[in-house]
C-alpha cells in the first residue's frame, strides 16, 4: 500500500500508512509499538543498553529516577518483546546481564529519526507553545 501524502507539506498521510491500519483483531502496530517505547522507562533503557550490555544495578545507577521495581517490570517487558535478552552466569552469585537483542537494535533508526525532527523543531515548539499560552490567559 502506497500512504497518500498532503500535497503542501509532501509528508505521508498516517491514516493510510500501513502502521495505523487495524488488524484483523483490530489492534493498530503503531499503538502496539508506543505502548512498549513510549512508556516512562522502556526509551531509556533501551538507550542504555545500546552500546553495551549492563549489569541490573549498573543499568539502575545510569536511569536517574527509576526504582527497582520499574527497571524489574520494564525489562521483564521489553525480553517479553524481544527487545531486550537477560543473561544469567553460572557464577556465585549469579550474575544477570541486559543486552538488547539484533531486535532491539533496529527500533535506534526509527527513534534516532524522531529525535533529530524533535532537536530541530524544538524551539518551533517553545514558541507556539508561548504563543498559545500568551493568547488564552
Known amino acids: ?7 503542501s507539506a509532501a509528508a ?3 491514516d493510510s500508512h500501513p502502521g495505523f491500519e487495524p488488524d484483523e483483531e483490530g489492534n493498530c502496530p503503531i499503538r502496539e509499538v ?3 517505547v ?3 522507562w522502556s526509551l531509556l533503557v533501551i538507550i542504555n543498553l545500546q552500546a553495551a550490555p549492563k549489569r541490573f544495578n549498573a543499568l539502575k ?3 536517574e529516577g527509576i526504582s527497582q521495581r520499574m527497571l524489574t517490570v520494564t525489562l521483564r517487558s521489553l525480553e517479553r518483546d ?3 535478552r537477560r543473561t544469567v552466569k553460572p557464577t556465585t552469585p549469579p550474575e544477570v546481564e541486559y543486552a ?3 531486535f532491539g537494535h533496529s527500533i535506534a533508526v526509527p527513534v534516532g529519526a524522531l529525535g533529530i525532527w524533535a532537536a530541530h523543531n524544538r524551539d ?3 514558541a507556539a507553545r508561548e504563543d498559545f499560552d500568551a493568547a488564552h490567559r
Open 1 to 7: 500500500m502506497n500512504a497518500r501524502t498532503n500535497a
Open 61 to 63: 545507577r545510569s536511569i
Open 100 to 102: 538488547l537483542t539484533e
Open 12 to 14: 505521508p498521510m498516517l
Open 82 to 84: 524481544g527487545l531486550v
Open 34 to 36: 508506543l505502548d512498549r
Open 124 to 126: 518551533a515548539l517553545k
Open 38 to 40: 513510549g512508556d516512562t
